[in-house]
């Protein structure tokens, strides 16, 4: 057997155990991320029917959350597990702390109670753990609608767990014909002076273009990375 035989036959053992080791040596993939987010908003606001299609369920039947609602949304880079804080008590028990906190909510919602220490109190449960907020909003509602949503949204970008978190902030039902663009209810919210040196994303949402939805999403896993990076500065 010539000489390039013999290298040529070593050469290819070589590639072949090299690849063979490879193979066999290969460890699992490196776990996605977790992130523990809460989504709030109005009741009504389409919370429930966006994160749904994100986990790529139907939303024939939706109704409104009760209490709370966890869901774990996949990512290529990483999951969010997304508590929803609903703004209804339907459904709730007659009694006990859940059934308070409940209705604190759906009043409060609706503009008739005002924001005590007690209210916060219950809120702290469901923000607890938080590391990102997502804020859905319906841009087709009132003026006194709006209103009660501005109010919110200042509230939870104030609120001492959730003030120092990255918001994504969705606009939702952008596809209806009376809903109100994005450059406005920005002007109209006034994020840039109350939310300066914090970290938001304001972005327009509907459930018929969920393609915009995820690259939003995706956009608030990058703040909670950079967040991670950069524990110190938000």
Not at 49 to 76: H, N, Q, W, Y
């Given at each position: 057997m010539s000489e390039h035989i013999r290298l040529s036959i070593a050469l290819c053992r070589i590639g072949f155990y090299t690849c063979l080791r490879t193979l066999c040596c290969k460890g699992p993939p490196t776990p996605r991320p977790e992130y523990d987010v809460v989504c709030i908003g109005l009741s009504g606001a389409g919370k429930t029917?966006?994160?749904?299609?994100?986990?790529?369920?139907?939303?024939?039947?939706?109704?409104?959350?009760?209490?709370?609602?966890?869901?774990?949304?996949?990512?290529?880079n990483a999951v969010l597990n997304v508590k929803e804080l609903g703004g209804g008590c339907q459904g709730a028990s007659n009694g006990g702390d859940d059934w308070r906190l409940c209705t604190y909510l759906f009043q409060w919602s609706h503009g008739n109670v005002q924001r005590s220490d007690n209210i916060k109190k219950y809120w702290s449960r469901y923000y607890q753990g938080s590391q990102g907020v997502v804020f859905v909003l319906d841009s087709t509602v009132s003026d006194e609608e709006m209103e009660a949503c501005r109010s919110e949204l200042h509230l939870a970008l104030q609120h001492p767990q959730l003030c120092t978190l990255p918001f994504l902030i969705l606009a939702n039902h952008q596809d209806s014909p009376t809903a109100r663009a994005v450059p406005e209810i920005k002007k109209y919210f006034e994020l840039e002076p109350l939310a300066r040196g914090k970290r938001w994303i304001l972005e327009g949402s509907t459930i018929n273009n969920m393609e915009a939805v995820r690259e939003s999403f995706s956009q608030l896993i990058r703040l909670l990375e950079e967040k991670e990076l950069r524990p110190g500065r938000i």
């Open positions: 029917a966006l994160l749904s299609r994100l986990c790529s369920e139907g939303i024939d039947g939706i109704v409104p959350t009760t209490g709370f609602s966890i869901k774990a949304v996949p990512f290529p």
